[in-house]
């Protein structure tokens, strides 16, 4: 039987993406750093804050849904203050460019791990 890959995990994307989660399944990550970063979207280049994790996890691009969360799960809207935090990330559908896709988010608490 053929391994069940998503297409999107061959394309090497530089960013974590709904595609690296086993389905229904959250992930636990440890921030290690935030930084201002330059990257491409449809409109083109932008600077956008882009979290970075300990271990073998891409980083996230963060966008204003996502970093309200992480205030809320870290007590903090510094992001300075959320290095060494741990942070609990789902995948969910949202609607966004005319179309509902997959997206990550990360919950409004701490993992209890």
Known sequence: MAEHIH?????????????????GKDMIVQVKDVKIETVQNQQGKED?????F????????????????IEKATGSAYMDEWVGKKLQLYV?????????????????FAPNV
């Open 7 to 23: 297409w999107k995990k061959t394309t090497n994307p530089n960013y974590l993406g709904a595609y690296a989660f086993d389905e």
């Open 48 to 52: 956008k804050p882009v979290m970075h």
């Open 54 to 69: 300990e271990g073998d996890v891409k980083p996230l691009i963060l966008n204003s849904t996502n970093m309200s969360a």
């Open 92 to 108: 969910t559908m949202v609607s966004a460019f005319g179309t509902t896709t997959d997206a990550v988010r990360v919950r409004e």
